[in-house]
């Protein structure tokens, strides 16, 4: 088996980023983690994938200015040059073109704290609580030119009790992405994952934990 070479992109503290590391050690897992990427120098995340003996790049999108294809296509560049295939965006802020994406035709998985396509956007957390919701999650989905959609892979749900914090939610949530990002980069690049008509069917068998955090499983 070819491990799918995979960049994650962050630009902050990168604990989804680790938890792809930490599953990308094992041997038999299909994609190696073969660049991190940010587009912030500060981002925390950065020293913790050199700890870990991983290639790092910088791509600064202030140098840019206004200029949204010359770091788009910058940014491009530095994956060709890794020659990466696969894409994890892991609290990666900033918003990629249709044509950057359109480079990268379901090869980009990103991770949104919410039940997409519930609270797309930012403030998710105490968005699901002014709403009153009764659960919660994580979605890691491929992205598409529209934010925070394109076809889901895997979602997490948590409860959202009446006396919640952001907080405390959040950290339930991230508990939560820690387990579906792994998951959903190893069906994806495994090629387990098929997009039919904007929805993912994933081929082969998973455990039965696994099964309760696919959509549209046939173990369901
Ligand atoms: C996560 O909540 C993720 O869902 C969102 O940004 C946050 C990144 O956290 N897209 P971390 O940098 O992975 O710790």
Known sequence: MTRKRTAILISGR???????????????????????????????GLQRA???GIPTAIVDHTIYGKDRTAFERALHDVLLQH???????????????PWFIAQWPNRILNIHPAL???????????????????EHGATVHFVVAEMDSGPVVAQ???????????TALAARVLAVEHRIYPLALKLVASDR???????????????????????RHPAH
């Open 116 to 134: 997409l396509p519930s609270f797309k956007g930012l403030d998710t957390h105490r968005r699901a609580i002014e709403a009153g919701a009764s």
């Open 156 to 166: 997490g749900r948590v409860p959202l009790f009446p006396d919640d914090t952001e």
């Open 83 to 97: 020659r990466i295939q696969i894409i994890c965006l892991a609290g990666f802020m900033r918003l990629l073109s």
């Open 14 to 44: 990168g604990s989804n980023m680790s938890a792809l590391i930490a599953a990308a050690s094992d041997a038999g897992y299909p994609a190696e983690i073969a660049l991190v990427g940010s587009n912030r120098p500060e981002a925390a």
């Open 50 to 52: 050199a700890e870990a």
């Open 193 to 215: 994952v098929r997009v039919d008509d904007g929805r993912c069917i994933v081929c082969g068998a998973v455990s039965a934990e696994e099964a309760t955090l696919l959509p």
